[in-house]
């Protein structure tokens, strides 16, 4: 599936810098996710892409109910982006619009969607265990060799926020790391009126220092 985009993203699509979409799964380093982050007027949007592996611990196609249960878990917990990226109080910021799914780079319109485009109020738990992605390898007999025949998979997040005082979101705090203990680091790219700023945050120094863009 694909996301119906929310009005803000419009401004990651036209600067260079964050213009990812069209990237290759594979080409994502396992321990290390992406957040772009654009501030417009009172709202912030925010898009998270993080490998299978870091958030799951797994890229390999879900087949038993454990892989599946680990699944909703994440989208569940994904579901919570202040839990993940914690602004300070002050801001006043609050989840308008939230979608999660799992993405396969086998099928980029999997039906794997978690939270898709609900509000804060309703999310949408649409995760449709009945329907695999078709395979392009042939499966292993022994099924613990999936490390070999890994499917690439990745989280896709966005979220919007809406915050009464966003001039005071100056700084961000990662309890993602937290929640999802194999991520290592995530690398941030920042738009504001001033431009596009790039940063990474890791898992020894979780919080990012947007003061200087404001």
Do not use: W
């Not at 992406?34 to 870091?54: M, R, S, T, V």
């Not at 602004?87 to 099928?107: M, Q, Y």
């Not at 979101?169 to 790391?177: D, G, N």
């Amino acid at each position: 599936m694909k996301f119906a985009p929310f009005f803000v993203f419009a401004a990651f699509v036209a600067t260079p810098v964050l213009g990812q979409e069209t990237r290759q799964l594979d080409a994502h380093e396992h321990g290390v996710g992406k957040l772009n982050i654009a501030f417009d007027g009172d709202q912030i949007a925010l898009e998270l892409h993080a490998p299978g592996a870091d958030i799951v611990g797994f890229e390999y196609q879900a087949t038993s109910d454990e892989d599946h249960a680990a699944i909703e878990r994440a989208l569940a917990t994904l579901a919570k982006p202040l839990d993940l990226f914690a602004f300070p109080a002050k801001a006043g910021c609050n989840a308008v619009k939230i979608a999660a799914e799992l993405e396969s780079e086998e099928d980029s319109h999997a039906d794997h969607s978690g939270h898709n485009d609900s509000d804060h109020s309703g999310h949408n738990h649409s995760y449709d265990h009945g329907k695999k992605h078709k395979k392009k390898q042939d499966d292993h007999a022994d099924h613990a060799d999936h490390t070999e025949q890994a499917d690439h998979t990745e989280f896709h997040a966005q979220y919007l926020l809406g915050c009464s005082t966003p001039q005071a979101a100056t700084k961000i705090a990662f309890p993602y790391f937290e929640a999802f203990p194999n991520a290592l680091e995530v690398e941030v790219q920042v738009i504001t009126d001033k431009g596009a700023t790039a940063f990474e945050v890791g898992r020894d120094e979780p919080l990012l220092d947007l003061s200087a863009l404001f």
